[in-house]
């Protein structure tokens, strides 16, 4: 029995994660902390088994547990998971794991010195229709990936635990960005799992479609050049609606996702083929059985019975690509090499 805590109790906690933790047997949450004292009353529905401390650090300096669960705002995960490794415990945290490429070596580099896991929340691999996709892929259905067309369709913003002083996710100083930090982390760990190569370079334009008066864009048009494929992505909370759609090309067919149905086209003497692959996509922000696959791996890395690193390797691919996307933006859309994702 591994013993967890939860830091952050807001909406990815209460209806993701800790539905996730309550399915499994080899899992207590025992400890749970955030920075808004209110949230303690909700404890005993979602944590029944849990105590509640006012801080991370009272927390980490007296609850008797083998890792912490990060879920809070992405402008505190560093410093949060620094701490967590520097007690000794294995962090398992959520996207984006850090906003700017300069934070994660150091605390890759802790993780290893102190001998922890640290592990991001890369949820959107198990979505059933990425993984049948990825399945297909793997079986060799379309031929060699040369192409990727991913569209994500949002209205608005995912909302937020406590909206009364605003959503955290179109604040700069927390969310580290808009659309593109919310987003396009998802795309990037699932595109490069599909294409199976180290991206070459970006080229991107971050608008502000709708929401002029936002500090963040609220659309993000992404190019990713790889050495035989590319990838052509669509991020925005400026829609009419809300959809996932994505299309990827082969040298012997193609695969189209049409949010949950995959339809297979040969482009061959075989018949088309398709799949329902419930639920959709764009259903919900939390997807606590997605999660459930998330846990497993990240258990698996603590225990030793799967290896450590592939994960954080993602990591450091996302991190590089928003970092470089933002960067070509920052220059109308110029071509900039992505130095250091590989993976």
Known sequence: MQRGAIIGLGNVALHGHLPGWRRRRDVEIVAVTDARPEQQALVSAHAPTARWYPTPAELLAEAAVDFVDICTPPSSHAPLIRLALERGRHVLCEKPLVSAPDDLAPLARLAEKTGRVLHTVHNWHHAPIVRRTAELIRDGRIGRVEHVIWHTLRTRPAAAGDERTGNWRVDPAIAG???????????????????????????????????????????????????????????????????????????????????????????????????????????????????????????????????????????????????????????????????????
């Open 177 to 343: 960005g808009g659309v593109l930090s919310d987003h396009g982390w998802h795309v990037f760990y699932v595109v490069q799992r599909w294409v199976g190569q180290p991206p070459l370079s970006v080229s991107a334009r971050l608008e502000r479609r709708r929401y002029a008066a936002w500090d963040v864009e609220d659309t993000a048009t992404v190019r990713v050049t790889y050495a035989g494929a590319t990838a052509e992505i669509l991020l925005t909370w400026a829609s009419e609606v809300r959809r996932n759609w994505a299309e990827v090309g082969g040298s012997a067919g193609m695969l189209e996702l049409h949010d949950d149905t995959l339809v297979l086209k040969s482009g061959g003497p075989a018949a088309d083929a398709s799949w329902p692959c419930p639920p959709p996509m764009s259903d919900g922000s939390h997807h606590p059985d997605w999660f459930a696959a998330v846990a497993s791996q990240f258990l698996a890395e603590t225990t030793g019975a799967a290896p450590r690193g592939v994960n954080l390797a993602e990591a450091r691919l996302c991190v590089a690509l928003e970092h470089a996307a933002r960067e070509s933006s920052r220059q109308k859309g110029r071509e900039i090499s992505v130095a250091g994702a590989r993976i």
